[in-house]
Nanobody
Framework: QVQLVESGGGLVQAGGSLRLSCAAS????????MGWFRQAPGKEREFVAA????????AYADSVKGRFTISRDNAKNTVYLQMNSLKPEDTAVYYC???????????????????WGQGTQVTVSS
């Protein structure tokens, strides 16, 4: 079965950086678009970033555009989220997700993703 395991979360001061990783197994990683979502306490899960199956296209939420970068390493079956200039409002549990269908673009809708990781906590202090 598909497993997604996130890592790299932690506590950081505002203005700092973190890099999240998501290691995937169970399907041919290089065939599927990947996404990052986050959920803050008391709020709905929201889209952060996504990358197409080929890595040729990406999508970002307006709130993180210019600060976050999504990338993938198909040789390592891993997707990354580089987060720079972090703000307290970025505090949330971050989840990676794998698209349902193969060879698709970078989706922003959670309904396009079937498999989800357990999440990693990111806390940004002011």
């Amino acid at each position: 079965q598909v497993q997604l395991v996130e890592s790299g979360g932690g506590l950081v001061q505002a203005g700092g950086s973190l890099r999240l990783s998501c290691a995937a197994s169970g399907r041919t990683f290089s065939s599927y678009a990947m996404g990052w979502f986050r959920q803050a306490p008391g709020k709905e899960r929201e889209f952060v970033a996504a990358i197409s199956w080929s890595g040729g296209s990406t999508a970002y939420a307006d709130s993180v555009k210019g600060r976050f970068t999504i990338s993938r390493d198909n040789a390592k079956n891993t997707v990354y989220l580089q987060m720079n200039s972090l703000k307290p409002e970025d505090t949330a549990v971050y989840y990676c997700a794998q698209a349902s269908a193969a060879r698709t673009r970078a989706y922003s809708r959670a309904s396009e993703y079937t498999y989800w990781g357990q999440g990693t906590q990111v806390t940004v202090s002011s």
